[in-house]
Every structure is written in C-alpha cells, then in structure tokens.
C-alpha cells in the first residue's frame, strides 16, 4: 500500500531501498567512525533486520529515503529477499578492514545483546512478545515534520488491524525513550548493557537496555 501526502510518500520497503537505508543506519549509530565503516557496519545490521521483518513502511520525500519502520510478527512470512545470506557475505567481506570488521563488532554487538534481552522478555510469555518494532529511524533531514510519529503510529494500526494482543521493542540510553513512553509503552525490563564499546568497560559503564511493550 502506497499512501502520498504533500511531497511525502509512504509505502513498503523495497529492495532498491537498502544502500540508502542501510547509510542512514550508519551515519545515525555509528558517527564515530569513517563513512566506509559507518556504511559496511549499517548494510550488515539492516540486513539482520529484514531477515526478520514481515512488515515494513518507509517514508520517502523526491527520491530521498526520510525513514522507516520495520516490524517483526511471530507466525507471518518475511519480505522477500535472502538477507540472512547477505548478512554473512557482508561480513565476510569486511574481515580484510579493520575499520570496517571493527565498525561491524561494535554495531553487531548490540544487536547480539538486544536479541539475548529479548530472548528472556519472550520467554515471560508477555503479551507484546509476538511482535516486535526491529527498527525506527528518521533522516536528520526530516527534522520537524512528524515523520517518525507517523511511521509508528502506521506500525501500530497494522498491529492493530492483524489483531496483535501487544508488541514490544528494543532501545537503550543512546535514545529519546520519552517518544515511545508518550506512544503508551512502559518499560519491561532493563539491564546494564555488556556490549562492546572501544575503550569502555562494561564493568563500569552504565549505559542500559531496555524492553518497552505496549498491550493493544
């Protein structure tokens, strides 16, 4: 479904979206680093996301990628495309870089401990466990114009409509996580983050995780 308002248009993610998409990933979490390792570490985490994604939106303004929202629902069929595979070709490509392997190991990682998170949060056999918000993200670019608002509140009439008793997602420090408590999400869970960070010391540092649900 494609849905244009103004200059905006909103409809499915499609696979001549990913390098924009996958960029914006990098430039967004990973501004530490060089552009060739911000991009090589975002195309690898993008497509860890669409391996699970059986839902998506983007919102797109004369030809530039402004966001997306992708979800994950337990029981429903994936978006075309063999993103697992993509995955580990991308990251077998890096390992010759070390800025790039390096780039990849930071970003990876906290994919790897979210997952863990999320893990145990399924296993409570909460409500919002059968679907997830995998990824939201907004272009700078798109500052002001209620972009990410619409992106979600899109994500969650879908839920809606499917019938989804709840959902949950996945965020920590790095994020503004009064925009998901203004939506109606409370926290769930929470825990000290463990996850690689050049020169940090994850027996020190505070930075936290975070499950936040929502019942519908």
């Not at 390098?19 to 993008?46: C, H, I, K």
Request: charged fraction near 30%.
């Amino acid at each position: 479904m494609t849905q244009r308002d103004d200059d905006l248009t909103f409809r499915p993610f499609e696979e001549g979206d990913f390098e924009r998409l996958a960029n914006l990933v990098g430039r967004t979490w990973l501004s530490e680093f060089p552009a060739r390792a911000q991009m090589a570490a975002g195309r690898v985490e993008l497509a860890h996301y669409l391996d699970q994604t059986t839902w998506s939106l983007v919102a797109e303004r004369e030809g530039a990628l402004l966001g997306t929202v992708l979800l994950s629902e337990r029981g429903r069929s994936t978006v075309a495309g063999d993103w697992a595979q993509r995955e580990a070709r991308l990251t077998e490509d890096a390992k010759e870089d070390p800025d790039l392997l390096e780039a990849i190991r930071v970003e990876m990682s906290g994919v790897e401990e979210e997952a863990s998170l999320e893990a145990e949060y399924a296993a409570s056999g909460a409500p919002g466990a059968a679907a997830a918000v995998k990824l939201l993200i907004v272009s700078p670019d798109a500052k002001g114009l209620g972009i990410g608002g619409r992106l979600f509140s899109a994500a969650i009439e879908h839920l809606r409509e499917t019938g989804a008793r709840g959902y949950h997602l996945l965020t920590d420090d790095a994020c503004d996580v009064s925009f998901y408590e203004h939506k109606g999400l409370s926290q769930a869970m929470s825990r000290r983050s463990q996850a690689y960070w050049p020169d940090v010391d994850p027996s020190t540092d505070t930075f936290r995780v975070y499950v936040y649900e929502q019942r519908l």
